[in-house]
């Protein structure tokens, strides 16, 4: 793993929250990018302390439960920023997954809780309102030091963030080390996901990727993902 690249795994299906810093110091302290916190937002708080990093941007891959969860106490952590003029962090999510944030998010993640299966009693339990977001991403925009590559087939507004010149791409639940990302559940699509997945396989084979669950892994690695299908 770059030694830039930090990672908190958080909640019950063990998603990757990233943490990425920031070329900008100040104070002892720097700015970073946190990426899909889905839980656990103490674990995410803590490490972040211990790093002296406070985020500019929170972005998301995608508006699943497992990937948001820990919005509400990370604003409420570090709402006032890293220095006393500045604003709290921004929350960027793709315009197609937007309602799975805000006051109506509730319902949309029962859904999905309904289509895997699954009894939604433990959202309900662990259940804070989830924010707006700042931002509405469409395909090829800047987000800090991203491009937001839109990848939909396991949600129709699921991204992955590239950075190109440091040859890292954080994928989501899109594309892990040696599988992809379930269509199943609301909004999913097999055809979407193996046009997203064709997508990410033709970039450098040398781009880093950091998965939305489970270990880092290359684009070169992957190449023979799709074999067969």
Avoid at 74 to 82: D, I, T, V
Avoid at 92 to 110: C, E, F, S, T
Avoid at 210 to 228: D, M, Q, R, V
Wanted: hydrophobic share 35%.
């Amino acid at each position: 793993m770059d030694k830039r690249i930090e990672c908190v795994v958080v909640g019950l299906i063990e998603t990757n929250c990233w943490l990425y810093p920031l070329d900008d110091e100040q104070q002892g302290k720097r700015h970073c990018v946190v990426i899909d916190p889905g839980d656990e937002a103490a674990s995410i708080i803590s490490q972040l302390t211990k790093l002296n990093w406070v985020p500019r941007y929170i972005f998301l891959t995608h508006g699943h439960f497992d990937h948001v969860l820990a919005l509400p106490d990370l604003l409420e952590a570090f709402g006032k920023g890293a220095f006393s003029d500045e604003k709290p962090p921004r929350i960027g999510i793709h315009r197609l997954d937007a309602n799975y944030l805000g006051k109506d998010a509730l319902p949309v993640h029962h859904r999905s809780f309904t289509a895997a299966g699954e009894s939604p009693v433990y959202l309900d339990s662990v259940w804070k309102n989830l924010p707006e977001a700042d931002t509405l991403f469409e395909e090829g925009d800047i987000a800090g030091p991203f491009k937001v590559l839109h990848l939909p087939g396991h949600t129709p507004g699921s991204v992955g963030f590239l950075n190109e010149e440091a040859g890292v791409l954080f994928s989501g639940d899109t594309l892990f080390r040696g599988n992809w990302g379930r269509t199943d559940l609301p909004g999913g699509s097999e055809e979407d996901i193996y046009k997203s997945l064709k997508r990410l396989l033709a970039l450098n084979g040398e781009v880093r990727v950091y998965p939305g669950h489970g270990p880092a892994t290359t684009i070169k690695n992957e190449a023979g993902l799709l074999s067969g299908c």
